[in-house]
């Protein structure tokens, strides 16, 4: 316990630096929240730790910033933020390969991203995914085209992986059909810095790299 309450107020004192009142204060709220959770056994560090340097960079840009939001009677989203009228839904991706997927890290990564897409992207005007710069995130190519472009057998074939993993509940075809992916954030625990991607300038570079179809 002393572990987490000290390292989330090393990484708030370091995003605090050099800032106002504003944005200290909203940092130390969320990072209250995180304790309290961490007590529960809600959260864990690598993951709470992103969440902060996240959620500066949404508190920047003028959000309001809630972690750990309740937006159904199951789900619970890493970072809600809204601004006016404007929502987003941010679920953060460590990279974590749970030992029971030893021998499918690619397959049931890929279906894990899908699921967060398929899921969450309802709840908000606006869905992103952030992940640090080490990890790669596998978007199946489906999520980066407009719904109205998608083909029934491509919504279809990645609903029978989906399926393979996950059955409770069943991730419907029309949450498929109409999900939506809007931004990546690189979020750089080091620096406390979040970098903004377009989902297919991401998945371009991922291309040149070797590491996507």
């Known amino acids: 316990m002393e572990k987490f309450v000290q390292d989330v107020a090393i990484i708030t004192e370091k995003l605090c630096r050099d800032e106002g009142n504003h944005v200290s204060n909203e940092l130390n709220r969320l990072r209250k929240k995180l304790v309290i959770l961490y007590r529960k056994g809600v959260v864990k560090i690598n993951h709470s730790v992103m969440e902060l340097v996240c959620a500066k960079h949404l508190i920047k840009k003028g959000y ?3 972690t750990e939001k309740q ?6 989203c890493d970072l809600f933020a809204k601004k006016g009228e404007s929502t ?6 460590t990279g974590f390969v749970p030992p029971d997927h030893a021998l499918d890290p690619v397959q049931s990564g890929t279906a894990r991203i899908a699921s967060k897409i398929a899921r969450y992207s309802q709840f908000a005007e606006k869905f992103s995914l952030g992940t640090p710069p080490h990890n790669l995130l596998l978007i199946p190519e489906l999520f980066l085209l407009p719904s109205r472009f998608r083909k029934m057998d491509d919504i279809e074939k990645l609903k029978r992986l989906l399926d393979k993993y996950y059955t409770s509940p069943e991730i419907r075809i029309e949450q498929i059909a109409n999900a939506r992916l809007q931004m990546i954030y690189i979020v750089n625990a080091d620096t406390g810095q979040t970098v903004e991607v377009d989902p297919l300038e991401y998945q371009r570079i991922a291309k040149m790299a070797g590491f996507a179809k």
């Not at 987003?88 to 991706?93: G, M, N, R, S, T």
């Open 71 to 76: 937006v159904s009677d199951i789900l619970v």
């Open 64 to 66: 309001f910033v809630d």
């Open 88 to 93: 987003e839904v941010v679920e953060i991706e």
